[in-house]
């Protein structure tokens, strides 16, 4: 068996042109939505990250502001500028691009962020509402992934779905997702024994590890989804998954490329949970 290239740029495209029209509707009543992306210090890949975000914003005709604050601003000064822009009506999505640097305290950012432009999910409050079904802003890598599925003619209902990591950005809202669309959830972390039993009986398996190739062909169920969110730089300077692509796809049913599988529907999903906020803020 060759399982279906579950192809994350064209689902991505076609995802970001269903919200397009979402956004152009808002427009038309004299609303653009607004994404706020601010970034502190230098690091290399946020930035690259945070150009890539404002890019997709730009693309859709969003209003976008790209927010660069030195290494040592203070705690003080970011809450600041976070409770200006959680009050500035132009803006329905907020988020501060982490790591932030050690002197600042992540929590007190992630807690300060307006729950209702906290288009990452990770406010507390948000978390809590789709832990207990009434999700609001889905996390945007999960939310990818799951959509991911759903545009690929995965079926989840009554499905055991295994879920291999459970950090509170990946593993966690991914298996909670899952359950919400009635899917029966494992979920595997480092301290799990035998793995391989758990991974072979999942009809959906979702990789979140951050462990190069660690889930082989052998470890998969025939016919299986297996969606690997995974990105590791080899030592060839290529990036991988999590999962062993090669032995994977001769068992998997459908399976996700690395690059070019969830990576591209992460950003994709930010783009939307701004522009729902601004639908949200419409209908106030
Ligand atoms: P974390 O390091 O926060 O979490 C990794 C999880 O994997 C932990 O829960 C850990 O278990 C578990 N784990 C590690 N080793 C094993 C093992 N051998 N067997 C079973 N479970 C294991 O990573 P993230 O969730 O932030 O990211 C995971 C991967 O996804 C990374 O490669 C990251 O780069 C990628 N990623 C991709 C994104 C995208 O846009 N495509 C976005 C975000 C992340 P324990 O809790 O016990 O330590």
Known sequence: MSAKIIDGKSIAQEVRAEWKLRADALKTRGITPGLAVIIVGEDPASKVYVANKVKACAELGLHSEHIALPADTSEADLLAKIAQLNADPKIHGLLVQLPVPKHIDSDKILNAISPDKDVDGFHPLNVGALATGNMR???????????LLQKSGVSIE???????????????????????????????????????????DADILVVATGKPKMITGDMIKPGAAVIDVGINRMENGKLCGDVDFDSAQEVAGWITPVPGGVGPMTITMLVANTIQSAERAAAK
């Open 137 to 147: 802003f889905a996390p945007c890598t999960p939310y990818g992934s799951l959509v």
């Open 158 to 200: 009554g499905k055991h779905a295994v879920v291999i990591g459970r950090s509170n950005i990946v593993g966690k809202p991914m298996a909670l997702l899952l359950l919400q669309h009635n899917a029966t959830v494992t979920i595997c972390t480092s301290k799990t024994t035998d793995l391989a039993k758990h991974t072979r």
